[in-house]
């Protein structure tokens, strides 16, 4: 196995004619991936921030061995089974929220509570038909993910097939900037504004955008959108996919931020990166609405492998690790912290951010976006040193698994220190 093209493969968000060609790789241990020609790379991403406690956690891949042995899979539809009953109890208890709908990844998640909300308008007769997202946004690459995300390249060639959706700005701070109060003003004027029309509910990523560059918000703005979406009647979601299960400090970042959704949509980090599965919390509120003799009430959504038993171990084992050692993510920021500050002081780092076990800073470069070529510059030089990042184009970030050494974290500023050194 080498690292040149498979002629049958088709990767994902790659050009192939300008993108080099991907790593092979054998196998992951902990905070590192071994690539096929033996080299070791410290994988500070934590592979699209879903590997949460590490490369072939024992626990985990355990738990799910010995499900594969009982039960890998039943229809959910007229079926249920104990891991899908104990982790919506665990997580009904973590959230809130008291009813949990599975199916397979983020963008599913973020569609079902989407379909949620808009049908439980129109089950009360009451169909409302404004969404509001925020800008900047991203939610997922379906369709109706893709509608309440920012416009952008991402989404440009499917414009015709986008419903409309209301936006409101996202007042965004860093270490320099850490009470915008007057953008925060202007953008809860905007939001009461979109309000003024009946609105079904309002989407965010609490706390920190993800893809749009790790844009954080203060949780008093947060609180501040909460109070005016429940005096509009409207649903708040909040999309947890990315800052669920720790990565935010807390382990879910609307706890963090103060803020209590009807609505949340997770996955990544849910199985520890081992399997794929999304879930979505609900109200009880919400799940009662869709409980008539009508049935045309009834929610038609569903997923082939909704609730895989093998995903639900997986979850479980995971939320065992994090209910064990909540320090490893409660703290991570104070390991982050003085690398990034001294990084601050670089002459092409600008907006150093932190929260919990994101760190973030964007690149000093004349045209910031995300189809800089800097990003690949960076990301080349730090597979050099050993570190593997992927930059969204000016923005570098570190979002590594909780099992990342100290020695490992050390390595991987070092690398980015070296990389914005040989930027000149």
């Not at 994902?12 to 300008?18: E, G, I, N, S, Y």
């Not at 004349?366 to 923005?395: M, S």
Request: a negative charge.
């Amino acid at each position: 196995m080498n690292s040149a093209r498979h002629p049958h493969l088709w990767h994902p968000t790659t050009q192939v004619r300008t993108a080099p060609p991907p790593l092979a790789v054998r196998r992951g241990r902990g905070a590192v991936l071994e690539l096929a020609d033996g080299r070791e790379l410290i994988d500070a991403i934590s592979s699209w921030w879903v590997t949460l406690h590490g490369h072939g956690e024992p626990s985990i891949a355990a738990a799910i061995a010995s499900q594969a042995r009982e039960l890998e899979q039943v229809i959910f539809a007229d079926c249920t089974h104990a891991p899908a009953e104990r982790l919506a109890e665990r997580l009904s208890a973590h959230s809130g929220l008291e009813r949990l709908f599975f199916s397979d990844n983020g963008s599913t998640a973020v569609e079902v509570a989407l379909k949620i909300a808009w049908q439980w308008w129109h089950n009360r007769a009451e169909p409302r038909q404004r969404l509001i997202g925020f800008a900047g946004a991203y939610h997922g690459d379906t369709v109706g993910a893709m509608a309440v995300g920012a416009r952008s390249l991402f989404t440009a060639a499917y414009e015709p097939l986008l419903f409309d959706v209301a936006r409101v700005d996202w007042p965004q701070c860093d270490w320099s900037e850490p009470e915008p109060l007057a953008r925060e003003a202007r953008a809860l004027a905007e939001l009461e504004q979109a309000l003024s029309v009946p609105t079904a509910a309002v989407i965010l990523e609490p706390l920190i955008q993800g893809a749009s560059g790790m844009a954080m918000v203060r949780p008093a703005f947060l609180q501040a959108v909460q109070e005016r979406v429940r005096a509009a009647g409207a649903l708040l979601i909040a999309d947890e996919v990315m800052t669920g299960f720790g990565r935010t400090g807390s382990l879910f970042a609307c706890r963090g931020a103060g803020i209590q959704p009807d609505l949340i949509a997770l996955s990544k980090g849910l199985t520890g990166g081992f399997l794929p599965m999304g879930v979505t919390l609900a109200s009880e509120r919400l799940y009662a609405g869709f409980i008539s003799d009508d049935p045309g009430a009834t929610f038609f959504h569903g997923h082939s492998f909704t609730a895989n038993p093998l995903g639900c171990a997986a979850a479980l084992a995971s939320l065992d690790l994090l209910e064990a050692e909540p320090q490893r993510y409660a703290a991570f920021d104070r390991r982050h912290r003085p690398l990034l500050e001294q990084l601050a002081g670089h002459p092409r780092v600008e907006r150093p951010r932190l929260l919990g076990t994101v760190a973030a800073f964007d690149v000093r470069v004349d045209d910031p976006g995300y189809l800089n070529g800097v990003g690949r510059r960076i990301q080349r030089h730090c597979l050099e040193a050993g570190v593997y990042l992927r930059p969204l184009g000016h923005v570098v970030y570190l979002l590594p698994p909780l099992c990342l050494s100290d020695d490992q974290l050390n390595q991987c500023y070092a690398a980015i220190t070296a990389a914005l050194d040989s930027l000149g």
